[in-house]
């Protein structure tokens, strides 16, 4: 099993019956549970599913901030869900950019210094930081507002500004956690289309998100209900009750 994954493959992410579980008390709780998805270079990914399915656990693993408990993930050819923890975080920073659905971006920066932070942790000299952090803004809209503090920023502008954070590393891949859950509908467009620009551009991109029409943007949408993941074709039974009204999914 595990020879498999040094063969040369175009994926970026390869999930192999992943589950993750904790235990409480008596019971085992599945976030996770025996996950196979694989995700290829140039893809852009929507994983669809209501609160509590399991999307945030399975976005954190694909991000390096955490292991399963079974099964193996194999990141641009590493096997991750099993190295050494402190190795992780250096695996994180080069491969992945990571888009919250709070911004996350530090008060006491500039938009420019933000974007530079990533560069700054690695050994980017200050210079050319700012060069490659002045571009990327320029590239999400923003050329204008380098000199700003995220509380000058509308919610929609520091969205950009937490992409082009993201992008800034040129990471093998964009993972974003519901990144219009805070934006109003007209910000949310503008995220959800500069997504899709990057797209076009070759980027490979999963996002998740409850929300139907947000994943919609995607050119493909895997379902994740109850820590089990079904392919696009149960689609419309999740997205049905939504549409009658039932909600559910907030
Ligand atoms: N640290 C944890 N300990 C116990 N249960 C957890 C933990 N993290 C997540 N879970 C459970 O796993 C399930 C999936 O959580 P999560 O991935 O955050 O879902 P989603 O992002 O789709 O809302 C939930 O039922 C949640 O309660
Ligand atoms: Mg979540």
């Given at each position: ?8 493959t ?13 235990k409480?008390?008596?019971a085992t ?33 694909m ?24 190795k992780?975080a ?18 006491k ?6 974007v530079?932070?990533?560069l700054i ?15 990327v ?11 700003h503090?995220?509380s000058?920023?509308?919610g ?5 500004v ?41 980027r ?8 139907p ?38």
């Amino acid at each position: 099993m595990a020879v498999s994954a040094e063969k040369p493959t175009n994926a970026v992410f390869e999930f192999r019956n992943v589950s993750k579980s904790y235990k409480m008390g008596e019971a085992t709780v599945y976030a996770l549970d025996g996950v196979d998805v694989r995700v290829e270079t140039g893809e852009f990914l929507a994983i669809l599913g209501p609160s509590g399915s399991g999307k945030s656990t399975l976005m954190h693993i694909m991000g390096c901030m955490d292991q399963p408990t079974e099964g193996e993930v194999v990141l641009d050819g590493t096997m991750v869900s099993t190295i050494p923890k402190r190795k992780l975080a250096g695996i994180r920073r080069s491969k992945i950019g990571f888009v919250f659905q709070s911004f996350n971006l530090l008060p006491k920066l500039s938009v420019l210094e933000n974007v530079m932070l990533p560069l700054i942790y690695g050994y980017t000299s200050r210079t050319e930081a700012r060069r490659r952090a002045s571009e990327v803004l320029d590239t999400v809209g923003l050329a204008d507002r380098v000199r700003h503090m995220p509380s000058q920023l509308s919610g929609g502008q520091r969205q950009r500004v937490a992409i082009a954070r993201a992008l800034v590393n040129d990471p093998r891949v964009i993972l974003a956690d519901e990144p219009t859950g805070n934006l109003d509908t007209e910000s949310a467009r503008r995220v959800l289309q500069l997504f899709e620009d990057l797209h076009q551009r070759g980027r490979t991109i999963v996002l998740v998100t409850h929300d139907p029409r947000v994943a919609d943007v995607a050119k493909r949408t895997i379902v994740v209900e109850d820590g089990k993941i079904s392919e696009s074709g149960e689609l419309s039974r999740f997205v049905e009750p939504v549409k009658s009204g039932e909600g559910g999914a907030s």
